[in-house]
């Protein structure tokens, strides 16, 4: 079992920077896939970036603004989200996927942009 344990969420102006950070309680492998989901109130949740190695994959919404990264000696994976807007106000989860098929999820952080 693994836990997952998202932070650095919060409430920031249209424009600021915000850093999630996703600790695992168990080992990382460069091979698992790690995700970030968010999901505004009312809205279904999405997928906004995921790493698997050190390939990346970003939604539309947010390519060039947001970078997943991850530190696999740390088991945290990293969301460094820059010019945010208002839209990208949401609970924002981090998903870790074995290459088992395991599937984990954290609890969320809000993040809360301001106009």
């Known amino acids: 079992q693994v836990r997952l344990v998202e932070s650095g969420g919060g409430l920031v102006q249209a424009g600021g920077s915000l850093r999630l950070s996703c600790v695992a309680s168990?080992?990382?492998?460069?091979?698992?896939?790690m995700y970030w989901y968010r999901q505004a109130t009312g809205k279904q949740r999405e997928l906004v970036a995921q790493?698997?190695?050190?390939?990346?994959y970003y939604a539309d919404s947010v390519k060039g603004r947001f970078t997943i990264s991850r530190d696999n000696a740390k088991n945290t994976v990293y969301l460094q989200m820059n010019s945010l807007k208002p839209e990208d106000t949401a609970v924002y989860s981090c998903?870790?996927?074995?290459?088992?098929?395991?599937?984990?999820w954290g609890q969320g952080t809000q993040v809360t942009v301001s106009s």
């Open positions: 998903n870790l996927v074995r290459a088992s098929g395991y599937n984990y």
């Open positions: 790493i698997s190695g050190t390939s990346t």
């Open positions: 168990g080992t990382i492998f460069s091979i698992d896939t």
